[in-house]
């Protein structure tokens, strides 16, 4: 329960007694004592039996108080002991369905305490055993014997104490005060970082950002020496994006050797293995984006590549659309292919064939996915630095070479208060994110100076959101209607104007990034920012695992499931399903082996239509509401948006295209379409027989089931 008490002696008419201001935690650890949680718990259990009065609650923790104040006065109770006596309180008032209800809650949380010891994690967040299970794994830093040697409120402190170092380089910054509002707002899960700064602030290591995208220009020189440096961003746990498109095609001359050469998907292949052995050291799974223009000559066997399975295995692969080849395509026009190092045309081929192909290639395999790149650059923020040409790997940061991503999610869910969404406090987490990401720019140990330069020369970073599908069931709006599509772009937008305001107050004490006079800020006459981009919505993956609530602006994938955890097979239900079940009284776990049977509950009659409507799952969605969401919430982000349009596997060839000319008309900036069983490799899967469950892996955060959609 989480309670702490001191006391004190009162003198009555029946002689001594003990108020209870304190109790004593399961570490040792005294902290306040608060009657309202043994009110709050009292009540979710009769809640759950289905005794709606509150005054059953407050009558029971009552007698709680009574009893533990007529202890010893020099008696400090523990939580045990406490729970003890709210079970005996419940018998004693003739409740002993709600007693059984509540001894079954706290018989679930002792088991999941002693999994958590297995695995040697001391949790004060209470955290799910699928989040603790990574961050054993990958997050916690270890000890001599390989166990973890910090706790999970330990990891936290010591990120925000790094983080917070950066405040000693300005004027009127305060490294302590900003430490504390770091720890206590991500300790409370209202926003975390990317995984790197988790994983690496405070450490040997010590780089921050999530990725880079890397220069790769046509000459074995280079190749290899970008090779180096994705090597040692992926050795620090990031991920790495390339755009192919300058290397020369297959079979073209090689003026040096008098050769052939062998063309960009060879180097890809080499990229992919380098990716593939620094891994097996790694703490991550390693990730690169593989970006080719769709005038290359190469560009079918690039767009095929994945039709073979475990091909390209570490690599996302896309293909640059420039606006025309779009409407060449919707035309029935031909379509130059053109030899990048001559200038000139190789080819001219049915344009409408070619996105034909990339829609097959997408539905047996995920991939590739597409970017539509003068949509890219027309939000270039500073174009006269170049044309954008690749993204990380999961799409949501467009960059120019050398320039990388540092990235941290606000929880919506955590914003929710008495079943409305609390404008105010998110404002003032944004501008917290903003300031610990302008923080972590300065404390970053980049892989290489070049790297250090170019993000520094931009001070590009971005906030964005986990638990949009969460925050929408809270607020009672199903994902699929006008009013989910209205409140994602409202919270958006909310979001980039308190993201901009505060970037603005930065500036005006820290300074503007130093390329703001060549941006198209400076050129619209707009106050100095001190970042270039400061919006970009991430897929989230582990860290909406950490957090406990729903991936990104993704819907939900499943509404319960098993995952396989330490061995066992767990019963996981949506945390806000759960409540809501609990508090409305239709909980059961009959009902919740049952919904994880097919993961979803609409058309579940033991489930309220209201409840069914709101708790609406991916593949339930048609792909047009996949499609308004991201394009809604893109108008709003400075950079991109990582969204990926799930389809049933009975979905078509036509289906997945018909997406691709949908996302390009809706002025997104890329898209990737997922088919359920198009892949071998799944972080999720649907039960193959009557009675089975849908199983998840550790991994898995509720979002896409591709193995990829959420590196």
């Known amino acids: 329960m989480g309670m702490t008490r001191a006391e004190t002696q009162e003198e009555g008419s029946s002689g001594a007694r003990t108020t209870v201001t304190e109790i004593r935690k399961r570490d040792g650890s005294i902290a306040a004592f608060d009657p309202r949680k043994i009110e709050a718990a009292v009540a979710r259990a009769a809640r759950e039996v289905g005794i709606r009065d509150d005054r059953v609650a407050t009558r029971v923790a009552e007698a709680v108080v009574e009893e533990l104040q007529a202890r010893p006065a020099d008696a400090t109770p523990d939580v045990e002991r406490v729970q003890d006596v709210v079970e005996a309180a419940l018998m004693n008032a003739g409740l002993g369905d709600v007693a059984r209800a509540y001894v079954l809650y706290r018989e679930r949380r002792a088991e999941l305490r002693a999994a958590k010891a297995v695995l040697g994690v001391r949790d004060e967040l209470k955290l799910s055993l699928g989040a603790c299970e990574v961050l054993a794994d990958r997050y916690l830093v270890h000890g001599d014997d390989g166990r973890p040697c910090e706790s999970v409120a330990g990891m936290l402190r010591r990120v925000a104490n790094h983080v917070a170092t950066a405040e000693d380089g300005y004027r009127g910054g305060d490294r302590g005060r900003a430490e504390e509002a770091f720890a206590r707002a991500m300790s409370a899960l209202e926003f975390l970082p990317n995984s790197p700064a988790l994983m690496n602030a405070g450490t040997d290591l010590g780089m921050l950002s999530a990725c880079f995208v890397l220069p790769l220009e046509d000459s074995l020189t280079s190749v290899f020496g970008t090779l180096a440096d994705t090597a040692l961003v992926q050795q620090a746990g990031g991920g790495t994006g390339f755009s192919f498109s300058r290397l020369r095609p297959t079979g073209d001359r090689v003026r040096s050797t008098g050769g052939s050469a062998s063309g960009p998907l060879s180097f890809l292949e080499v990229y992919d293995l380098a990716t593939?052995?620094?891994?097996?050291?790694?703490?991550?799974?390693?990730?690169?984006m593989a970006v080719l223009d769709v005038s290359h000559p190469d560009i079918r066997e690039f767009a095929s590549a994945k039709r073979q399975p475990a091909h390209l295995e570490h690599c996302n692969l896309s293909?640059?659309?420039?606006?025309?080849?779009?409407?060449?395509?919707?035309?029935?026009?031909?379509?130059?292919?053109?030899?990048?190092?001559?200038?000139?045309?190789?080819?001219v081929v049915d344009a409408n064939e070619l996105l034909d192909l990339f829609a097959t290639a997408a539905w047996e395999s995920g991939e590739p996915g597409v970017l539509?790149?003068?949509?890219?650059?027309?939000?270039?923020p500073v174009p006269a630095d170049g044309r954008i040409e690749a993204t990380n790997p999961c799409g949501e940061v467009p960059l120019l070479a050398n320039e990388s991503c540092t990235l941290a999610s606000v929880n919506l869910a955590?914003?929710?208060r008495d079943g409305r969404l609390d404008w105010e406090r998110l404002d003032a987490t944004v501008a917290l994110t903003v300031r610990f990401l302008d923080d972590a720019l300065d404390v970053n140990e980049y892989p290489t100076a070049v790297l250090a330069s170019a993000a520094r020369a931009t001070r590009k970073i971005g906030v964005g959101m986990m638990g949009l599908a969460e925050t929408l069931a809270g607020l009672e709006i199903p994902y699929d209607s006008d009013r989910a599509v209205r409140t994602g772009a409202r919270i958006a937008a909310r979001m980039q104007h308190a993201a901009h305001e505060a970037s603005t107050r930065l500036a005006?004490?820290?300074?503007?990034?130093?390329?703001?006079?060549a941006s198209v800020y400076a050129e619209r006459g707009d106050p100095p920012l001190r970042n270039a981009a400061?919006?970009?919505?991430?897929?989230?993956?582990?860290?909406?695992?950490i957090a406990g609530t729903t991936s990104s602006i993704e819907p939900m994938f499943a509404v319960a499931y098993v995952r396989r955890v330490l061995g066992r097979s767990l019963l996981e239900v949506n945390a806000r399903f759960e409540r809501t079940a609990r508090d409305r009284g239709f909980w059961s776990d009959g009902l919740m082996g049952e919904i994880a049977a097919t993961g979803t509950v609409r058309g579940n009659a033991a489930v309220p239509a209201d409840v069914q409507d709101a708790f609406v799952t991916a593949l339930e969605l048609s792909p047009g509401w996949h499609l308004r969401m991201q394009a809604a919430v893109q108008r709003h982000v400075?950079?991109?948006?990582?969204?990926?349009?799930?389809?049933?596997?009975?979905?078509?060839?036509?289906?997945?295209?018909?997406?691709?000319v949908d996302a390009w008309r809706s002025r997104v900036k890329g898209v990737t379409v997922y088919r359920y069983g198009s892949r071998p490799e799944q972080v999720l899967s649907l039960p193959t027989r009557a009675g089975e469950p849908v199983v998840a892996d550790v991994n898995y955060a509720g979002g896409c089931a591709g193995a990829t959609c959420s590196l």
């Open 276 to 288: 593939a052995v620094i891994g097996r050291g790694g703490r991550r799974r390693g990730a690169n």
């Open 319 to 347: 293909v640059g659309m420039p606006d025309a080849f779009m409407r060449a395509a919707l035309r029935g026009e031909r379509w130059k292919l053109v030899n990048p190092r001559t200038g000139k045309a190789v080819e």
């Open 372 to 380: 539509f790149l003068d949509t890219i650059n027309r939000a270039n």
């Open 414 to 416: 955590k914003h929710l």
């Open 508 to 517: 005006a004490s820290r300074g503007s990034f130093p390329r703001f006079e």
């Open 534 to 545: 400061l919006t970009s919505i991430a897929p989230t993956g582990t860290i909406s695992l």
């Open 638 to 660: 400075d950079a991109a948006v990582a969204k990926t349009v799930n389809l049933p596997t009975s979905a078509t060839i036509s289906d997945v295209r018909a997406i691709l």
